[in-house]
C-alpha cells in the first residue's frame, strides 16, 4: 500500500449534514411545497377517467368465467371482443 493510500485510509469522513446547519428558510419551504402537492395533486386529477375499453374487458372475463364455470371451450379460442 503507498503512503497516499494510507493517508486516505486513514481520513476521517466529512460530517453529515444536519436540519441545524441547513438555511432557515429550506424548512418552511419544503413543508409549503410538500402540502401544495398534496392539495394540487387531487385537484389535477379530477378529470381522469376510464380509456373506454372497460366493456371489451368485461366481455372477455365473461367469456373466461363461462369456460371455467361450464368448461364448454379451450381458453386459447377465447378472443377479446372487439
Known amino acids: 500500500m503507498t503512503r497516499m493510500a494510507w493517508i486516505e485510509w486513514r481520513r476521517k469522513p466529512p ?43 368485461y366481455q372477455h372475463a365473461l367469456k373466461v368465467h363461462r369456460y371455467f364455470r361450464k368448461g364448454t371451450r379451450p381458453p386459447w379460442t377465447i378472443r377479446p371482443t372487439n
Open 15 to 57: 460530517p453529515l449534514p444536519t436540519l441545524r446547519n441547513d438555511p432557515p428558510l429550506l424548512r418552511p419551504l419544503f413543508l409549503l411545497l410538500t402540502l401544495a402537492v398534496f392539495v394540487l395533486l387531487p385537484l389535477l386529477s379530477l378529470d381522469a377517467g376510464l380509456s373506454g375499453d372497460d366493456e371489451k374487458h
